[in-house]
C-alpha cells in the first residue's frame, strides 16, 4: 500500500449522527493520526431547508438530501411499496428527520448490554454519554411544563449536540395538554430511562433551527480530520488473502487505512457494501456471482422497524389553527420567505411542540397472540419501562384540505416480532438494495397494531378533545378488529428507524456479524459503527440511539490506539 495522500489511519464511510461522532471524538482524540470522512451526498448546508418549523417538509422539499428508497411490495400492507427515506449528504438522516431525540426505556439498553455481554452498551453507560448541562433555561407560559434545554457533551471537546422543548407555546396546545393529563400521567422527562405517559418531545432544535449532526460536530473540523462530500462507496478494499481491510473504493478513486475501516452507513447502505466486498450470506453472494471473502449469514437480516398510522379528526370551527397553510404552495412559500428573512410568521410557530405518549396495553397482554410468544420474549416485553405503543399529538397531515381544521394523531406500534432483510438485487453498485421489512408479517405485530389503534381512539375520546371533534377523517371505520386492521393496512408507513441489518452480538450466537466492540467478524481492520449493530429495535426514535452507537465505538477505538 502506497503512502500517498490517498492514505489515511482511519477511514469513516458515511457522515451521519454515528459518523459524525466518530470522525470528531477520533480526530479530536488521535491528533497524531490522520482521519477521513466520506460522505455519498452534499454538505446539505442550504439555510432554506434548517428551519425547525418547516421540518415535516424538508424530506419531500431538499434537493438531494434523500436516497429515496422503496420497500418491495409488503405482502400484510395490501401489496403497497413503501417509501423508505434514508438521508443523503452530511449529517445524514438528521438533516431530513423530523429532529426528535428519545433515548428508548432503561429496559432496551438492559437488554442490548446482556445479549452482547458487555456493560458498555448498558443504560448506565448511556446515561454518562448523554452528559446534561444547563438544564433549566427557561420556563413556558403553560404553566403544565418546563421548557429546558439540554446540550449533551458526547464526551468530546467539540460544540455539543444542543436538544430542547420549543419555548414558543399557542394556547391551544397547553390546553390540549392540560385536557389530556385529566386520563394520563405527565412525564417531565421522556428521556429519564422511563418513558411511559405523556410528555412534550425533546427536539434537536434551538433558535428556530435544525441541529444536525454534522452542525453540531463538524462545524470546525481540526485539521487532521479530512472530508469528502459525493463520493459513494462501492465496497471495501480488503488485502490479497481477504482478512484485513484496506481501504474503500468509490466510483472514481482508491483510498487506503492504514489501521481501520469504518463503516457508518447506515442499516440499509452498511449491509450493502459488505455484500457488494464479499462479506455475507455465501448463498446470496454466489447469486450476484460476489467472490466470498467471509461467509456471515446475519449480514442484511434483522431488519427492524417501526410502522405508523394516522388518524385524523376535524375540528369544531375555532379549535385549532395551525392548518391554513400546509396545503397551499403559495401560502407555504410565503412561510418559509418570512422565516428566512427575520424568523418569524408560522415556521416560528406552528407545529413547534408536539405531545408524545408511550403507554402500555393491558388488553395486548391478555392477547391469545402474546400467550403465543415463548417466556423469554414475554419476559422482556413485560419490562416496566418498555411501551406497547406510542401516540403522538399535531403532526402535519396532507390528507386534509384547507379551510377544515384538524387534528392529526400518529399511532406506532413498538416491540414487533417479525425481521426483514436487506439484499443485493445486482452486483452493479449503482443499483439500489432490494428492501423487505416484512411489515406485519407476525401475529403478534398485527394484534399490535389493532390494540394500539383501538388504545389511541379512547385516547381522543377523552372528554375535551371530543368535545372539540366535529367527525372523523381518515380513520378506521369502526372499532372491530377487521376494521382497525384493514386501516392499518391500507394507510400503514414506516417510520424509518430501520435498525439490526449487521447485528452485533456474541461471536458464534446465530445472526450476529459483528461483536461488542464493533468489530467484523473475520476481518480484521474493519468496524461497521451505526444503527445496523442494534440487535434490538429501540422503543424510541432512533437518533439518540445513532449518536450513542458512534460514541461507544469512539470510545472503543480510542483506548485502543490510545495504548
Not at 482521519?35 to 415535516?56: F, M, V
Not at 438521508?87 to 432503561?106: D, M, Y
Not at 467539540?158 to 390540549?176: C, I, K, S, T
Request: hydrophobic share 35%; proline share 6%; net charge negative.
Amino acid at each position: 500500500m502506497a503512502d500517498t495522500e490517498d492514505a489515511y489511519d482511519f477511514i469513516i464511510v458515511g457522515g451521519g449522527p454515528a459518523g459524525c461522532v466518530l470522525a470528531a471524538r477520533l480526530a479530536h482524540s488521535l491528533t497524531h493520526l490522520r482521519i477521513l470522512l466520506i460522505e455519498a451526498g452534499g454538505e446539505n448546508a442550504d439555510p432554506r431547508y434548517q428551519s425547525y418549523g418547516d421540518r415535516h417538509w424538508t424530506l419531500a422539499t431538499a434537493p438531494g438530501y434523500d436516497w429515496g428508497y422503496k420497500t418491495v411490495p409488503q405482502e400484510h400492507l395490501q401489496g403497497r411499496e413503501i417509501g423508505y427515506s434514508r438521508g443523503k449528504g452530511l449529517g445524514g438522516s438528521t438533516a431530513i428527520n423530523f429532529c426528535v431525540f428519545t433515548r428508548g426505556p432503561q429496559a432496551d439498553y438492559e437488554a442490548w448490554a446482556d445479549e452482547v455481554g458487555d456493560d458498555s452498551w448498558s443504560w448506565t453507560e448511556a446515561l454518562e454519554r448523554f452528559k446534561e448541562v444547563h438544564p433549566i433555561l427557561c420556563m413556558a407560559s403553560m404553566g403544565i411544563y418546563t421548557t429546558f434545554c439540554y446540550k449533551f457533551r458526547l464526551l468530546m471537546k467539540a460544540r455539543p449536540l444542543q436538544v430542547g422543548v420549543p419555548n414558543v407555546w399557542d394556547e391551544e396546545f397547553g390546553e390540549y395538554l392540560r385536557t389530556v393529563n385529566t386520563k394520563y400521567p405527565l412525564n417531565f422527562d421522556h428521556n429519564s430511562g422511563n418513558p411511559l405517559g405523556i410528555a412534550v418531545f425533546q427536539v434537536t432544535a434551538h433558535d428556530g433551527q435544525r441541529v444536525t449532526a454534522a452542525k453540531a460536530l463538524l462545524s470546525d473540523p481540526p485539521s487532521n480530520l479530512s472530508i469528502i462530500t459525493e463520493s459513494v462507496v462501492q465496497r471495501v478494499l480488503l488485502d490479497e488473502h481477504g482478512h484485513r481491510a484496506i481501504g474503500v473504493a468509490t466510483s472514481d478513486r482508491k483510498v487506503y487505512a492504514r489501521k481501520e475501516v469504518i463503516l457508518s452507513a447506515g442499516a440499509i447502505d452498511s449491509p450493502k457494501i459488505l455484500l457488494l466486498s464479499g462479506i455475507g450470506p455465501r448463498k446470496e453472494l454466489e447469486k450476484q456471482n460476489i467472490p466470498v471473502v467471509q461467509d456471515i449469514p446475519g449480514v442484511g437480516k434483522n431488519l427492524q422497524d417501526h410502522l405508523w398510522i394516522e388518524i385524523v379528526t376535524i375540528q369544531k370551527p375555532g379549535c385549532h389553527h395551525r392548518t391554513s397553510y400546509i396545503n397551499s404552495p403559495a401560502a407555504m412559500e410565503e412561510a418559509r420567505t418570512e422565516w428566512m428573512k427575520n424568523k418569524s410568521g408560522p415556521l416560528a410557530d406552528y407545529f413547534l411542540p408536539q405531545m408524545v405518549a408511550y403507554l402500555k396495553s393491558d388488553n395486548l397482554r391478555h392477547s391469545k397472540e402474546f400467550q403465543e410468544l415463548n417466556e423469554a420474549t414475554q419476559e422482556a416485553l413485560l419490562a416496566f419501562t418498555r411501551p406497547d405503543y406510542e401516540i403522538i399529538s399535531h403532526f402535519p397531515s396532507r390528507s386534509i384540505q384547507a379551510p377544515e381544521k384538524y387534528l392529526s394523531t400518529v399511532v406506532a406500534f413498538m416491540n414487533r416480532q417479525a425481521s426483514g432483510e436487506v439484499t443485493l438485487q445486482s452486483s452493479d453498485p449503482s443499483k439500489a438494495p432490494r428492501i423487505d421489512p416484512k411489515f406485519l408479517d407476525h401475529p403478534f405485530d398485527r394484534r399490535t397494531a389493532i390494540d394500539s389503534v383501538r388504545e389511541a381512539l379512547k385516547f381522543l375520546d377523552t372528554r375535551g378533545l371530543a368535545a372539540q371533534r366535529e367527525r372523523f377523517g381518515p380513520a378506521p371505520t369502526g372499532r372491530s378488529d377487521e376494521e382497525i386492521l384493514k386501516y392499518v393496512q391500507a394507510t400503514g408507513l414506516s417510520m424509518w428507524h430501520m435498525c439490526g441489518t449487521v447485528k452485533m452480538g456474541k461471536p458464534g450466537e446465530p445472526g450476529t456479524c459483528v461483536d461488542e466492540d464493533c468489530k467484523v467478524l473475520g476481518v480484521q481492520g474493519l468496524r461497521v459503527a451505526d444503527m445496523s449493530v442494534a440487535p434490538l429495535l429501540p422503543s424510541a426514535h432512533t437518533q439518540a440511539v445513532a449518536y450513542f452507537v458512534g460514541d461507544t465505538a469512539a470510545s472503543k477505538i480510542i483506548a485502543e490506539y490510545s495504548q
